[in-house]
């Protein structure tokens, strides 16, 4: 019972910690976009090295439905407009960072240094696919009025651009679970 407790504080503290991170960023302008580097990713890769797979990706799942329902507690806002942006994509893809991170750190609590930078980069990595592939479709095939973007471009912009700061951001985090795990878990 205690650690169920345990469980689910942890996974709203994560929920709420997103939305923090989420108003915790920088906007660098590069050509026509402005492209935001927040300290979700942070959240989201301690959440899935924290609680594991399953409660890190429902812990992210849950910020994501709070913001769809209208809760502005995404970078801009909120509500299902959200939907319609081509960056949603990347809201997307932080659950699924968290899950990766949880899978690929394995028990977390025994894993080395190589393997959870490992759990880390795997998770922003599966970030930017979803972001990218939703950013992709968005902007080329349901928004009307856009040129359309090349697959160059979206590399340049969403990828290059904020790939490296994330993952420092990634590494950071994964240093945090090195020393904050062990007082999580007594």
């Known amino acids: 019972m205690k650690q169920e407790t345990g469980s689910l504080v942890l996974c709203g503290l994560f929920t709420a910690l997103m939305a923090v991170g989420a108003f915790i960023h920088i906007m660098l302008p590069i050509g026509p976009f402005q492209v935001t580097v927040s300290l979700q990713i ?17 812990s992210v799942l849950a910020y994501l439905v709070l913001g769809l329902a209208g809760v502005p507690i995404f970078a801009h806002g909120g509500g299902l407009g959200y939907l319609l942006k081509p960056t949603f994509g990347f809201l997307l893809g932080f659950p699924f960072a968290a899950w990766v991170a949880g899978v690929l750190g394995g028990d977390a609590r025994r894993a080395g240094l190589k393997q959870l930078l490992v759990a880390a980069f795997g998770g922003e990595m599966i970030y930017y696919f979803t972001g990218l592939v939703y950013y992709y479709l968005m902007f080329n095939f349901v928004l009307q009025n856009t040129a359309g ?38």
């Open 149 to 186: 973007i090349g697959l160059i471009k979206l590399l340049e912009v969403w990828f290059f651009s904020t790939v490296i700061p994330d993952y420092v951001i990634c590494v950071v985090a994964v240093l945090v679970y090195r020393k904050l795990g062990p007082l999580v878990r007594r």
């Open 42 to 58: 942070f959240f989201a890769i301690l959440a899935g090295l924290f609680l594991g797979p399953r409660h890190g990706f429902l």
